[in-house]
Protein backbone atom coordinates (compact mmCIF):
# COMPACT_ATOMS: atom_id res chain seq x y z
CA UNK A 1 0.00 0.00 0.00
CA UNK A 2 1.25 3.56 -0.93
CA UNK A 3 1.92 5.60 2.22
CA UNK A 4 3.21 9.15 3.33
CA UNK A 5 4.83 9.99 6.11
CA UNK A 6 5.61 13.94 8.07
CA UNK A 7 7.74 12.88 10.86
CA UNK A 8 7.38 16.89 12.34
CA UNK A 9 3.55 17.41 13.73
CA UNK A 10 4.35 20.77 14.28
CA UNK A 11 7.81 23.08 13.75
CA UNK A 12 8.58 26.74 14.21
CA UNK A 13 10.75 29.43 12.04
CA UNK A 14 11.65 33.22 12.76
CA UNK A 15 10.47 35.43 10.11
CA UNK A 16 12.70 35.64 7.20
CA UNK A 17 14.46 32.73 8.10
CA UNK A 18 14.47 29.22 6.44
CA UNK A 19 12.45 26.00 7.44
CA UNK A 20 12.25 22.54 6.04
CA UNK A 21 9.52 20.44 6.22
CA UNK A 22 10.30 16.63 6.30
CA UNK A 23 8.50 14.07 3.82
CA UNK A 24 8.98 10.10 2.73
CA UNK A 25 7.14 8.67 1.03
CA UNK A 26 6.21 4.87 0.26
CA UNK A 27 5.18 3.32 -3.59
CA UNK A 28 5.99 1.02 -5.93
CA UNK A 29 4.63 2.72 -8.87
CA UNK A 30 7.21 4.00 -11.12
CA UNK A 31 5.34 7.28 -12.41
CA UNK A 32 3.62 9.20 -9.70
CA UNK A 33 3.30 13.23 -8.60
CA UNK A 34 4.09 14.27 -5.38
CA UNK A 35 2.67 17.57 -3.81
CA UNK A 36 2.74 19.81 -0.87
CA UNK A 37 -0.46 21.46 0.13
CA UNK A 38 -1.01 24.18 2.47
CA UNK A 39 -4.22 25.25 4.72
CA UNK A 40 -4.44 28.25 6.12
CA UNK A 41 -7.02 28.09 9.11
CA UNK A 42 -9.99 27.64 8.04
CA UNK A 43 -9.29 28.05 4.36
CA UNK A 44 -9.05 26.56 1.66
CA UNK A 45 -5.97 24.09 0.96
CA UNK A 46 -4.15 25.10 -2.23
CA UNK A 47 -1.32 23.34 -3.83
CA UNK A 48 2.26 24.77 -3.57
CA UNK A 49 3.97 23.28 -5.45
CA UNK A 50 4.00 19.67 -7.70
CA UNK A 51 6.99 17.04 -8.30
CA UNK A 52 6.85 14.67 -11.75
CA UNK A 53 8.76 12.13 -10.36
CA UNK A 54 10.08 11.50 -13.80
CA UNK A 55 11.67 14.84 -13.78
CA UNK A 56 14.80 14.78 -12.04
CA UNK A 57 15.04 18.63 -11.55
CA UNK A 58 13.97 19.55 -8.07
CA UNK A 59 10.34 21.88 -8.26
CA UNK A 60 10.81 25.62 -7.61
CA UNK A 61 8.09 28.01 -7.27
CA UNK A 62 8.99 31.46 -5.75
CA UNK A 63 9.83 31.28 -2.11
CA UNK A 64 9.09 27.80 -1.88
CA UNK A 65 11.15 24.63 -3.42
CA UNK A 66 11.74 20.70 -3.11
CA UNK A 67 14.74 18.65 -2.41
CA UNK A 68 13.25 15.03 -4.31
CA UNK A 69 15.72 12.15 -3.89
CA UNK A 70 14.36 9.73 -5.65
CA UNK A 71 16.47 6.50 -4.51
CA UNK A 72 15.56 7.87 -0.47
CA UNK A 73 12.03 8.15 -1.55
CA UNK A 74 12.00 11.87 0.24
CA UNK A 75 10.36 15.09 -0.61
CA UNK A 76 10.80 17.71 1.61
CA UNK A 77 9.59 21.46 1.34
CA UNK A 78 12.11 24.48 2.16
CA UNK A 79 10.71 27.68 2.81
CA UNK A 80 13.01 30.82 2.55
CA UNK A 81 12.58 34.14 3.89
CA UNK A 82 9.72 33.14 5.79
CA UNK A 83 6.38 35.22 6.01
CA UNK A 84 3.75 35.19 8.86
CA UNK A 85 1.39 34.39 5.60
CA UNK A 86 2.64 31.23 5.29
CA UNK A 87 1.47 29.74 8.76
CA UNK A 88 -0.34 26.96 8.12
CA UNK A 89 -1.08 23.31 8.20
CA UNK A 90 1.17 21.64 5.36
CA UNK A 91 0.26 18.31 4.15
CA UNK A 92 2.10 16.21 1.85
CA UNK A 93 0.79 13.64 -0.86
CA UNK A 94 1.00 11.36 -4.17
CA UNK A 95 -0.56 10.61 -6.34
CA UNK A 96 -0.20 8.04 -9.26
CA UNK A 97 -0.21 8.66 -12.59
CA UNK A 98 -3.67 8.40 -14.10
CA UNK A 99 -5.41 7.61 -10.84
CA UNK A 100 -7.73 10.39 -8.93
CA UNK A 101 -6.78 8.90 -5.17
CA UNK A 102 -4.37 11.06 -3.43
CA UNK A 103 -2.55 9.66 -0.67
CA UNK A 104 -2.12 12.01 2.51
CA UNK A 105 0.71 12.62 5.31
CA UNK A 106 -0.82 13.63 8.31
CA UNK A 107 0.81 17.09 8.16
CA UNK A 108 2.61 19.36 9.89
CA UNK A 109 1.53 23.02 11.41
CA UNK A 110 4.05 26.14 10.78
CA UNK A 111 4.31 28.56 12.49
CA UNK A 112 5.95 31.88 11.55
CA UNK A 113 7.21 33.82 14.94
CA UNK A 114 7.33 37.68 14.36
CA UNK B 1 -13.14 32.19 -10.27
CA UNK B 2 -15.30 31.26 -7.24
CA UNK B 3 -13.17 27.94 -5.72
CA UNK B 4 -14.90 25.09 -4.23
CA UNK B 5 -16.76 25.91 -0.80
CA UNK B 6 -18.09 23.85 1.46
CA UNK B 7 -21.31 24.36 4.35
CA UNK B 8 -21.28 24.46 7.17
CA UNK B 9 -17.92 24.98 8.41
CA UNK B 10 -17.96 23.70 11.36
CA UNK B 11 -20.76 21.49 13.11
CA UNK B 12 -21.19 20.34 16.50
CA UNK B 13 -23.83 17.56 17.07
CA UNK B 14 -25.24 14.49 19.56
CA UNK B 15 -24.55 11.02 18.77
CA UNK B 16 -27.23 9.37 16.95
CA UNK B 17 -27.97 12.45 15.21
CA UNK B 18 -27.63 13.14 11.68
CA UNK B 19 -25.75 15.45 9.51
CA UNK B 20 -25.97 16.56 5.87
CA UNK B 21 -22.68 18.35 4.50
CA UNK B 22 -22.36 19.98 1.58
CA UNK B 23 -19.92 20.66 -1.19
CA UNK B 24 -20.43 23.39 -4.51
CA UNK B 25 -17.31 22.41 -6.80
CA UNK B 26 -15.88 24.55 -9.15
CA UNK B 27 -18.22 25.34 -11.73
CA UNK B 28 -17.64 22.79 -14.54
CA UNK B 29 -15.92 20.38 -12.79
CA UNK B 30 -17.10 16.94 -13.46
CA UNK B 31 -15.11 14.99 -10.83
CA UNK B 32 -16.06 15.69 -7.53
CA UNK B 33 -14.71 13.77 -4.16
CA UNK B 34 -14.90 13.58 -0.25
CA UNK B 35 -12.03 13.12 2.02
CA UNK B 36 -12.10 13.00 5.71
CA UNK B 37 -9.48 13.63 8.28
CA UNK B 38 -9.82 12.16 11.38
CA UNK B 39 -8.00 14.46 14.21
CA UNK B 40 -4.27 13.63 13.89
CA UNK B 41 -4.24 11.30 11.33
CA UNK B 42 -3.45 11.82 7.72
CA UNK B 43 -6.24 13.16 5.36
CA UNK B 44 -8.17 10.11 3.57
CA UNK B 45 -10.14 9.74 0.15
CA UNK B 46 -13.75 8.79 1.08
CA UNK B 47 -15.71 8.53 -2.74
CA UNK B 48 -15.10 10.15 -6.20
CA UNK B 49 -18.13 11.36 -8.24
CA UNK B 50 -17.90 11.66 -12.13
CA UNK B 51 -21.14 13.90 -12.69
CA UNK B 52 -23.90 12.35 -10.88
CA UNK B 53 -22.70 8.88 -10.95
CA UNK B 54 -20.15 7.42 -7.70
CA UNK B 55 -16.91 5.88 -9.79
CA UNK B 56 -15.44 4.66 -6.43
CA UNK B 57 -16.91 4.57 -2.93
CA UNK B 58 -14.54 2.23 -1.62
CA UNK B 59 -13.44 4.54 1.05
CA UNK B 60 -16.25 5.28 2.77
CA UNK B 61 -16.12 3.62 6.32
CA UNK B 62 -19.80 2.35 6.80
CA UNK B 63 -23.22 2.19 5.33
CA UNK B 64 -24.04 5.55 7.79
CA UNK B 65 -22.53 7.58 5.30
CA UNK B 66 -24.46 7.87 2.58
CA UNK B 67 -23.16 10.51 -0.65
CA UNK B 68 -25.01 11.85 -3.48
CA UNK B 69 -25.19 14.40 -5.92
CA UNK B 70 -28.04 15.72 -7.60
CA UNK B 71 -28.03 16.61 -10.64
CA UNK B 72 -24.08 16.10 -11.27
CA UNK B 73 -23.65 19.99 -9.50
CA UNK B 74 -23.36 20.17 -5.98
CA UNK B 75 -22.81 17.06 -3.72
CA UNK B 76 -23.92 15.98 0.40
CA UNK B 77 -22.65 13.90 2.95
CA UNK B 78 -25.27 12.04 5.28
CA UNK B 79 -23.82 10.69 8.62
CA UNK B 80 -27.16 9.36 9.92
CA UNK B 81 -26.52 8.11 12.90
CA UNK B 82 -23.37 9.90 13.34
CA UNK B 83 -21.39 8.28 15.84
CA UNK B 84 -18.23 9.72 17.94
CA UNK B 85 -15.70 8.55 15.81
CA UNK B 86 -16.99 10.48 12.39
CA UNK B 87 -15.56 13.70 14.25
CA UNK B 88 -12.76 14.62 12.09
CA UNK B 89 -12.54 17.59 8.69
CA UNK B 90 -14.62 16.37 5.88
CA UNK B 91 -13.07 17.87 2.29
CA UNK B 92 -14.52 18.18 -0.45
CA UNK B 93 -12.74 18.94 -4.01
CA UNK B 94 -12.61 19.08 -7.52
CA UNK B 95 -11.22 18.43 -10.80
CA UNK B 96 -12.14 18.90 -14.66
CA UNK B 97 -12.24 15.68 -16.49
CA UNK B 98 -9.51 15.75 -18.74
CA UNK B 99 -8.71 12.74 -20.81
CA UNK B 100 -5.62 13.27 -22.04
CA UNK B 101 -4.04 14.41 -19.42
CA UNK B 102 -2.00 11.95 -16.53
CA UNK B 103 -2.83 14.36 -13.76
CA UNK B 104 -6.34 16.13 -13.00
CA UNK B 105 -5.53 18.86 -10.31
CA UNK B 106 -8.17 18.72 -7.72
CA UNK B 107 -8.92 21.93 -5.73
CA UNK B 108 -10.11 21.74 -2.35
CA UNK B 109 -12.68 23.19 -0.07
CA UNK B 110 -11.66 24.52 3.38
CA UNK B 111 -13.61 21.45 5.34
CA UNK B 112 -16.04 20.99 7.06
CA UNK B 113 -15.20 20.31 10.97
CA UNK B 114 -17.48 17.55 12.69
CA UNK B 115 -17.50 17.16 16.05
CA UNK B 116 -19.95 13.82 17.32
CA UNK B 117 -20.52 14.58 21.60
Known amino acids: AQTVTQSQPEMSVQEAETVTLSCTYD???????LFWYKQPPSRQMILVIRQEAYKQQNATENRFSVNFQKAAKSFSLKISDSQLGDAAMYFCASLTSGTYKYIFGTGTRLKVLA | EAGVTQFPSHSVIEKGQTVTLRCDPI?????LYWYRRVMGKEIKFLLHFVKESKQDESGMPNNRFLAERTGGTYSTLKVQPAELEDSGVYFC???????????????FGPGTRLTVL
Open chain 2, 27 to 31: SGHDN
Open chain 1, 27 to 33: TSESDYY
Open chain 2, 93 to 107: ASSQQDYVSSYNEQF
